[in-house]
């Protein structure tokens, strides 16, 4: 059983409370937009962090992070885009991927809009966990956190940043 920390679009906004919401989580998740790697090298210092690259992440982190993440935790395949879409409307970049591959959990981020979508065409869950930086047109930051049992998605819980 594994305890999930979910965030994307930091835009290079550091906020303690990204630590203070995930103390209990056995990896964090960045899907992109990430803006500055020291935003990762203070997710490091507290846990593991898996992250993908997204549109504004140039230079160093294009070359330590790739633009599809595909792995697998537990039982569950998990398959990570920053611009990714949603169920109905995938990118086309990752649709062929997606319907190809049936990931049991798709992570994206982009639209800074929190969403949380089952897939029942090919029995996927679809998380975007909104926003957590301050660039954007969001009126409310936010985080999700997850725990992943076996090939079970439960315990999601989203967490808005004042």
Request: glycine content about 8%.
């Amino acid at each position: 059983m594994k305890r999930i920390g979910l965030l994307s679009d930091t835009h290079s906004w550091w906020d303690d409370k990204y630590l203070q919401h995930f103390h209990d989580c056995d990896e964090i998740w960045h899907a992109g937009d990430i803006g500055s790697e020291i935003i990762i090298e203070q997710l490091e210092a507290f846990c593991p962090v898996r992250a993908v690259y997204g549109n504004i992440d140039g230079g160093i982190l294009r070359k330590r992070f790739k633009e599809v993440e595909t792995f697998c935790i537990e039982e569950c395949n998990v398959m990570m885009k920053h611009i990714g879409g949603y169920p109905g409307r995938y990118d086309i970049s990752i649709r062929n991927r997606i319907y190809n591959e049936k990931p049991d959990l798709f992570i994206s981020g982009h639209s800074h809009i929190l969403k949380v979508i089952y897939d029942k065409k090919i029995e996927c869950l679809h998380i975007n966990p909104g926003a957590a930086g301050k660039q954007g047109w969001q009126q409310v930051r936010t985080l999700v956190k997850f725990t992943i049992d076996g090939k079970k998605f439960k315990d999601l819980e989203v967490i808005e940043l004042k």
